[in-house]
């Protein structure tokens, strides 16, 4: 345990019993009508209204797990959960190396029926959220986004409820708006975010919380700042820059970018993305002061991780070309995130600064480019 965390002792009461309080209490959650499965859900009822025990295993279940973040985490729940234990789903299909490294099944968070059998089959205990449309996709068709981010999150809540699952759910800088304190951005505050993805993030934010409050569900939400990490490709996202000028200073050594130079973000390095959730999933309820918390690392400008990068590769030329609507969004967003709830209720540390995320990136994208025969400068 690290020093200044609040510790406490989980009753019987909070293990044992929340569950039984959440089943029932759930059954007066008029959000689902069942009636096409009324036969199903009597046998549900009937036969297994005892609460599973705290030391049940973690069986947990990742849907959207092939994009940018999905993979890794399984990666790491497996090294503490065993192989089996970590499932991930996605619409699209997966590559061999996913395929070959544990169990990975076909789900469409659409499917409400389909996702309650995978859970129920498979006795999921945690089910991490990360299903979403790509970003660029996502503005542009607000009608199918709305659709999977936004009844794909009542789906799982439901499921979630209706099973006692812990749910995690990310929610994103994009949270907060022109109106939000933004330096730093405390987790409690003004939310009114301009995008269709913050306002989304922040309905999931408020429907977990109040699930919780109402019926129990154990609902776990981090902000993420903007992620970074060398395999996977950019994908049109506001803090995109961050990955794409590594890229370009291995390649060409020259990267345009779509913000002003000044623009400063809150970051973060994949792994501590990872490291976090799992470690929020693994702390006591009775430790959670909050359901959603902002977690921070750091937060810098596109000058300032330039002036990094050329410590290590000197030739790096910037050229700043601003894109009106991304400069727009960034300069609402917050530019720190104050995260001492997090390091406080369950002892949140990243691991990465600035230093340290250039060094990494720029090797491990020397290694690929290496290892794929590219040129590397
Ligand atoms: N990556 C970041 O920097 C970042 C930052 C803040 C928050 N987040 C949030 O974290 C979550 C995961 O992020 P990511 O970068 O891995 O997302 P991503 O867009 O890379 O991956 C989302 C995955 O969802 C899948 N998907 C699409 N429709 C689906 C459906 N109907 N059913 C099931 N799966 C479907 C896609 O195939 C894709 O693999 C998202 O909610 C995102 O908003 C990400
Ligand atoms: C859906 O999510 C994606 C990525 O997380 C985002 O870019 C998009 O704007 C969101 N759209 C809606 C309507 O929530």
């Given at each position: 345990m690290k020093p200044g965390v609040r510790v406490c002792v989980p009753s019987a009461a909070v293990l044992g019993l929340f569950c039984r309080g959440c089943l029932s209490r759930w059954r007066s959650w008029p959000g689902r009508s069942f009636s096409s499965t009324s036969r199903e859900m009597s046998r549900w009822n009937s036969q297994d209204t005892s609460p599973p025990s705290p030391q049940e295993n973690v069986r947990v279940l990742i849907t959207g797990g092939l994009g940018q973040l999905g993979v890794g985490l399984a990666q790491m729940l497996r090294k503490q959960y065993g192989r089996d234990n970590v499932i991930l789903s996605d619409i699209k299909k997966p590559p061999p190396h996913v395929y070959a490294n544990g169990p990975f099944v076909y789900a469409d968070v659409l499917d409400y029926k389909h996702l309650r059998e995978l859970i129920v089959n498979n006795r999921v205990t945690w089910l991490v959220h990360y299903s979403a449309l790509l970003s660029a996709v996502g503005e542009a068709n607000v009608a199918l986004a709305r659709k999977i981010n936004i009844t794909g999150l009542h789906n799982v809540l439901d499921l979630a409820l209706e099973n006692c699952l812990r749910l995690f759910v990310p929610s994103t800088i994009g949270a907060f708006g022109p109106s939000s304190p933004r330096d730093p951005a405390p987790d409690l505050c003004v939310q009114r975010p301009r995008t269709i993805y913050g306002v989304s993030k922040v309905h999931g934010e408020l429907m977990g919380e109040y699930l919780h409050h109402?019926?129990?569900?154990?609902f776990r939400c981090l902000r993420y700042p903007g992620v970074i990490s060398s395999n996977t490709p950019p994908g049109?996202?506001?803090?995109d820059y961050a990955v794409q000028i590594f890229h370009d200073a291995l390649s060409t050594g020259h990267h345009e970018c779509y913000?002003?130079?000044?623009t400063r973000l809150p970051m973060m390095h994949i792994s501590d993305c990872h490291r976090a959730t799992v470690e929020f999933m693994q702390a006591?309820?009775?430790?959670?002061?909050?359901r959603t918390y902002n977690i921070a690392a750091m937060s810098f400008t596109p000058e300032e991780v330039a002036q990094e990068i050329r410590k290590h590769l000197p030739h790096l030329k910037v050229t700043y070309n601003p894109d009106t609507v991304r400069q727009t969004i960034a300069d609402s967003w917050?530019?720190?995130?104050?995260d001492t709830n997090a390091r406080r209720d369950w002892g949140w540390a990243p691991a990465f600064g600035l230093e340290e995320l250039v060094s990494d990136m720029l090797r491990s994208i020397r290694d690929k480019r290496t290892s794929e025969g590219l040129p590397v400068s």
């Open positions: 109402k019926y129990g569900l154990d049109g996202g506001t803090t913000l002003r130079p000044d006591p309820e009775c430790q959670l002061s909050l917050p530019v720190r995130f104050d």
